[in-house]
């Protein structure tokens, strides 16, 4: 499988957590975005935060779902 680097655009993320349930639906068979491998966390300021857990696999998937263009992906080199 492909492995991606994924930047993350916090300023355009609308925390519509998409990206969430896709890797959740994926990986977890659940439709619930606590169960992704990925987190998107809002401070009270309304700033956006996207942590990844150290069980993403670099997929992007979730990056594919984000109508927002909030995450950008871009293969990496090596296939491991
Ligand atoms: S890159 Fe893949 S495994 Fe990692 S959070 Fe996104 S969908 Fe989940
Ligand atoms: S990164 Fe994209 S898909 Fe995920 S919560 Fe933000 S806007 Fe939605």
Redesign the pocket.
């Known amino acids: 499988m492909a492995k991606y680097k994924i930047e993350v655009i916090a300023e355009?993320?609308?925390?519509?957590?998409?990206?969430?349930l896709a890797c959740s639906d994926l990986y977890s068979k659940k439709f619930n975005p606590v169960s992704a491998r990925l987190q998107?966390i809002f401070s009270e300021e309304d700033e956006?935060t996207?942590l990844f857990t150290d069980d993403c696999i670099h997929c992007g998937i979730?990056a594919d779902?984000?109508?927002?263009d909030?995450?950008v992906k871009t293969k990496k080199e090596v296939n491991l």
Not at 12 to 20: F, I, N, V
Not at 65 to 68: A, L
């Open positions: 355009k993320c609308t925390g519509c957590l998409r990206c969430q998107v956006c996207i979730c779902h984000c109508f927002y909030a995450m």
